[in-house]
């Protein structure tokens, strides 16, 4: 039983602190890109498919944590 707990939170640990960065990855470039297209509208479609791929590599990051909290929990 202790060793069903202890892969509750380690699995809890891997996606808390695998999806602190990402989150706060994703939020300072959407941040930063609006910035930008605040100060110059003209470049609105040279800025945002940058930020989509940046995000998207972001994302990636709190999959893999999901990825690993789940292979904690159940292997």
């Known amino acids: 039983m202790d060793l069903e707990v202890a892969k509750a939170f380690a699995a809890a640990a891997a996606i808390g602190l695998g999806s602190i960065g990402?989150?706060?990855?994703?939020?300072?470039?959407?941040?930063?890109a609006m910035?930008?297209?605040?100060r110059n509208p003209e470049s609105a479609s040279k800025i945002q498919v940058p930020m989509l791929l940046?995000?998207?590599?972001?994302e990636a990051i709190a999959i893999y944590a999901l990825?690993?909290?789940l292979i904690?929990?159940?292997v």
């Open 35 to 38: 910035e930008s297209i605040g």
């Open 67 to 69: 990825v690993v909290a």
């Open 22 to 32: 990402p989150g706060l990855a994703i939020g300072m470039l959407a941040a930063k």
């Open 54 to 58: 940046a995000i998207a590599f972001a």
């Open 72 to 74: 904690i929990k159940f």
